[in-house]
């Protein structure tokens, strides 16, 4: 399978590369990684640092840039020992070091705008309305409209009060006013405001507490105030609610919500939820959300709300109450099948005329999920620091791995061998990680979090694994067999599919069984060259973009390569889409190609800008990685 790159090509390809390096800390750990991009402030992606890690396991490439090959190394190494999913990104040096604020762009409580460096909020806090969205972009320039807001946000919203007066009102009014009322917060603000402290914003509402036992008679007990607090300092949404009581009037029977309102606007839904208790966390079942649903009672650590689609680019809700002990209730009210309206109610004690009751909760806002993600989030929250140099999200941890086992098979090739400590403990890296895989959890991983660890599998078996290791691997590919349509698609979208025939055309070598085969054949045969596309998808504006043509021609170019050197039994019909395929890809991809100077860049979409991920990933489709890990290990295939 000859290289599609010339070394002049590939070499300026790695100068493109060079230029986005840049310098973190991770805990005051000094590591260089790939920006995503070359704007100021960008993020170093964990996935981006991964496939061009992956990429520079290839010997040649290797040794064009061993220097840049150990900066990737050491920074995905970091980031594999923290516990669960690895972090989604970390934050460039710069970004860290840089003086801390946060940015009020409109400071009318009618119609504020406020930044800090990961969220931007807008709303109406004289209707009670807070949104909040993750900055996409470290600018953050764009301004977006309401309709927008709604589909990638959530809103702070949807509050209630339920009281009962319990002293103060003499007679039959005394006696009306026992009853216990439901109120209704963003119905009776009163007041509202916005004040800056420090590195912090505090946005705020008050609303008046009146009960009426009789028509037209309205009877002062008390307010309670929502204060939201937002940081500079780190990405977590502090919410306090005050009660307080009249001077003439003690509350009982005390009921206060924190919510979340108009959920069911996102796209994609919210589809998915996790509840924290005693250091645990349950996942809910995979049903539609019924339009009245108890999510949790008493006692909690956390609850968590997560987007369906591709994981990377899940919004996810993280929620912890500050004295989860006090709470009552965790309901969701559904719409079409989807969380709409997320209440958490708190149980107080009694108030005496004249005090207060204080609820207190941390909300953290995200984007990126995982397998383990809602324990990683409620790690960060408990200890805030910590999101200094990490971004929020998680990813799967397959990627890494895969990146990793690749380096440990290919390490013997390497013209300037890796010292012989180092490579013992990338493998013990490696090893640890691999037994942190219960074969349950990846049972429930998307398609291509499955792919990326049957790759790390496959490697870690030809690389001279264990035993456990092949059957592992066999699991991976059991499931994620399991995962194609009918019609042989896997995932939701072609650079999950491309994926998919990759991590099957591999198995298939080590593991030649009729099903495995079967599964490779479908999915190579689901694929129409024009596009490419999945055969019976509706056509999308524009072509796919360079990430997912370069996994599929990664994929079909390997299942060419099996084939022809009987690796795998050859089928005409597959060789020939496989062919048209490649082509196709090509065709494409070649346009994508963007010479500056003495360096090559590739756009990420039609019309769009160089990133890392792309420049990785085409690397990885044009060069010749799978016959290079073929031909590796111990394990003959």
Do not use: C
Not at 373 to 381: K, Q, V
Not at 466 to 484: G, K, Q, Y
């Amino acid at each position: 399978m000859p290289d599609l790159l010339h070394p002049q090509e590939r070499d300026r390809l790695l100068a493109g590369l060079r230029r986005l390096l840049r310098r973190t800390l991770l805990d005051g750990r000094p590591l260089s990684g790939l920006a995503h991009a070359e704007a100021p402030g960008a993020k170093l992606d964990v996935l981006d640092n991964a496939v061009a890690a992956e990429a520079l396991a290839i010997p040649a490439l290797r040794e064009a840039d061993p220097t840049l090959a150990d900066d990737l190394l050491l920074f995905l190494s970091a980031v594999a020992e923290e516990p669960g999913p690895t972090t989604r990104a970390l934050r460039p040096l710069e970004a860290q070091e840089a003086p801390r604020r946060v940015e009020i762009v409109r400071n009318d409580p009618a119609g504020f705008r406020i930044l800090t460096p990961w969220h931007e909020f807008t709303g109406d806090l004289t209707h009670g309305l807070l949104r909040q969205r993750v900055r996409e972009a470290p600018e953050g320039r764009v301004n977006h409209s309401e309709e927008e807001l709604r589909k990638r946000g959530v809103l702070h919203t949807g509050n209630m009060v339920r009281l009962r007066a319990a002293n103060g009102m003499p007679g039959l009014l005394g006696r009306l006013s026992l009853r216990a009322r439901t109120l209704d917060v963003e119905e009776a603000i009163t007041a509202q405001g916005i004040r800056t402290e420090d590195e912090e914003a505090v946005l705020w509402h008050e609303s008046a507490l009146r009960l009426r036992p009789l028509p037209g008679l309205s009877l002062d007990v008390g307010t309670v105030r929502y204060e939201y607090r937002v940081s500079a300092a780190d990405p977590l949404l502090r919410l306090t609610v005050t009660l307080r009581a009249s001077p003439r009037t003690g509350l009982s029977s005390l009921r206060m919500t924190t919510a979340a309102d108009a959920l069911s606007d996102a796209v994609p839904p919210f589809e998915h939820a996790s509840v924290g208790r005693d250091g645990a966390q349950a996942l809910r079942g995979e049903a539609p959300f019924e339009d009245d649903e108890l999510i949790a009672q008493d006692a909690i650590d956390s609850v968590h709300l997560w987007q369906s689609g591709r994981p990377e680019e899940a919004l996810a809700l993280h929620i912890r109450p500050r004295a989860g002990e006090a709470l009552f209730s965790v309901r969701v009210r559904g719409r079409d099948g989807a969380p709409h309206w997320l209440v958490l109610r708190h149980g107080l004690p009694n108030v005496p005329a004249g005090g207060t009751a204080t609820v207190r909760e941390d909300r953290l806002l995200a984007l990126g999920t995982a397998q383990g993600g809602p324990a990683a989030a409620l790690r960060l929250m408990r200890v805030p620091t910590m999101l200094t140099s990490r971004d929020p999200g998680q990813i799967g941890i397959g990627s890494t791995l895969s990146a990793l086992a690749a380096t440990v098979l290919n390490a013997p090739g390497f013209a300037r061998p890796l010292p012989r400590d180092r490579l013992a403990v990338l493998q013990d890296l490696l090893d640890r990680q691999i037994t942190a895989l219960p074969d349950e959890e990846a049972s429930a991983a998307p398609v291509a979090e499955l792919a990326a660890l049957s790759l790390a599998m496959d490697a870690a078996w030809r690389a001279g694994g264990l035993p456990r290791d092949r059957r592992r691997l066999r699991a991976l590919l059991s499931r994620l067999s399991e995962a194609a349509s009918p019609a042989g698609a896997f995932g939701r979208s072609l650079e999950e599919h491309g994926a998919a025939i990759l991590a099957l055309a591999r198995g298939a070598t080590l593991i030649p069984e009729a099903w495995l085969l079967d599964a490779l054949r479908r999915a190579v045969l689901a694929l129409e060259a024009e596009g490419p596309r999945l055969a019976g998808s509706s056509p999308k504006p524009g072509p796919p973009s360079t990430r997912a043509l370069a996994a599929l021609l990664r994929g079909v170019r390997a299942v060419e390569f099996l084939a022809e050197t009987g690796r795998i039994p050859p089928d005409a019909a597959v060789l020939a889409r496989a062919a048209a395929l490649r082509e196709a890809s090509l065709a494409i991809l070649s346009g994508r190609l963007h010479a500056t100077g003495d360096r090559m860049e590739v756009l990420s979409t039609e019309g769009g800008k160089p990133d890392a991920l792309a420049t990785a990933s085409l690397l990885l489709a044009v060069l010749s990685p799978d016959e290079v890990a073929l031909s590796m290990g111990l394990v003959t295939a």
